[in-house]
């Protein structure tokens, strides 16, 4: 054997999904990596995630009752399992990663090379030990493999080992940067043609607020999006107006995620929820630097156009804060109810599904919680905050953003003064601060 499958446990081999096991893929994907055809290792790798995510999204939520509904693809089942906090990031890195190389093979005419065939197998390893180790309603196994641990890679392969330090650096920046190293150009060479890679790691560091090697990346490659097609074009324009914004170069966000959004929307019907969100922020920070009112209408309007062909809760919670700014309060309050309906109930299937084990992700919670205090439930937002600020107590940069937005809605719903001094009192209680407010 000349892969992991070898090492596999005849438990993993032969689980049973609904209706095959993973035996006969795994099997071929054994003898197309001894043949050396790199391209049939992606594609069966590919196919053997589909597989897994489909089986744990039904598991979770059950069959669709209504046979006509729209079936999901497997970036939106990819999405939903991260958005009910069930693939947690790294996970969804390696998903979204195999995901697209999977893509790669099935509509691009280029040859796939044997080291991205062994980065296949890195996230497939992942992506298994995700599944029948650490997915609540899985197999709940020990180990996927024969022995108590993962085969030793070999290394002095660039791609595969970037792949592994994906996992092994917990998206450590400092770790990533390798690819600035001495085998920079190395590494660039191969970027131009496999774009996975250097998206993953653009979308990590702009998440990390490494800004400087999010913008050393895209530079660098900037000239070979162009020739990118689908879903790999889409998401680098998408990820470099992020960091356009995120560095306050906001016009040229602004003119480049104009531009992108009009191409999406020529051509599908369906929104693309990330460029709608990241565009309606733009108008914000515009509105909030230049304190033009006009930029607020805008991102009031793309927010509230994006939540009602969507119901994302992210875009849903910035209509009704907009909606607030622009001194709507009745319909802030009613959109403000339509997410708190979809996040308790997405909340209390959580918890049933994984016998509390599990619970919503910290922007979720927190939009919740703004959901509560923008229909002035001040105790259910305080418990809200609290548990967030707990449970995410790592994630200080986004506790500190959270805390910005939640003293400027305070001061903006205009709650009486024993409200506000009782809102206050138990916030500092209930996250052991004293320099909230």
């Known amino acids: 054997m000349n892969t992991f499958v070898g090492n596999l446990r005849n438990e993993v081999i032969r689980h049973k999904l609904k209706d095959t ?3 006969g893929d795994l099997a071929n994907l054994n003898k197309v990596y001894a043949a050396g055809a790199p391209e049939a290792v992606v594609f069966y790798c590919a196919r053997i995630l589909e597989a897994i995510l489909k ?10 009752p209504n046979p006509r509904s729209r079936k999901p693809g497997l970036a939106d089942i990819e999405q939903k399992l991260f958005d009910y906090n069930l693939l947690k990031q790294n996970r969804y890195y390696w998903a979204k ?3 697209l190389l999977g893509n790669d093979v099935r509509h691009s005419l280029r040859r796939i090379k044997a080291d991205e065939a062994d980065c296949a197998l890195v996230f497939l390893e992942f992506i298994l030990v995700w599944y029948f180790c650490e997915f609540p309603l899985g197999p709940r196994q020990n180990t996927i493999y024969k022995g108590q641990a993962r085969i030793d890679r070999a290394g002095g392969n660039l791609l ?3 792949a592994w330090t994906l996992d092994s650096s917990r998206l450590n920046p400092e770790k990533l940067k390798v690819v600035f190293g001495p085998h920079g150009q190395d590494y660039f060479k191969k970027f131009s043609t496999n774009f996975t890679f250097p998206l993953l790691l653009i979308d990590i560091f702009i998440a990390q607020g ?3 090697s999010a913008t050393r990346l895209i530079e660098g490659l900037e000239s070979f999006a162009y020739k990118q097609k689908g879903a790999l074009r889409d998401r680098f324009f998408q990820l470099q107006g992020l960091l356009l914004s995120r560095e306050e170069r906001l016009d040229d966000a602004m003119q480049l995620l104009e531009k992108e959004e009009a191409r999406l929307r020529a051509r599908s019907e369906r929104i693309d929820v990330e460029t709608t969100g990241i565009l309606a922020g733009v108008y914000k920070r515009i509105w909030k630097q230049r304190q033009d009112e006009g930029y607020l209408r805008k991102s009031y309007e793309t927010y509230r156009k994006g939540w009602r062909d969507s119901k994302n809760t992210y875009l849903g919670i910035n209509a009704a804060t907009t909606s607030l700014w622009l001194n709507n309060p009745l319909e802030s309050q009613q959109i403000a109810k339509e997410i708190m309906g979809i996040l308790e109930q997405r909340r209390k299937l959580i ?19 703004e959901a509560c205090l923008l229909t002035h439930d001040l105790q259910g937002a305080c418990e809200l905050y609290r548990t967030a600020f707990e449970q995410f107590s790592q ?4 506790i500190a953003s959270t805390r910005k937005q939640l003293e400027v809605l305070v001061e903006k719903l205009g709650f009486d003064s024993d409200n506000v001094n009782k809102f206050v009192i138990i916030l500092r209680v209930m996250t052991r601060t004293a320099d909230f407010a």
Not at 395 to 398: L, R
Request: proline fraction near 2%.
């Open 21 to 23: 096991t993973l035996e």
């Open 55 to 64: 089986d744990s999204h039904l598991l979770f939520f059950g069959e669709d």
């Open 97 to 99: 990663g195999l995901r």
């Open 160 to 162: 595969p080992d970037l």
């Open 210 to 212: 490494d800004h400087a």
């Open 351 to 369: 918890q049933q599904k994984t016998d509390n084990r599990y619970d919503l992700n910290y922007w979720d919670m927190v939009t919740l919680a």
């Open 395 to 398: 994630m200080s940069d986004h």
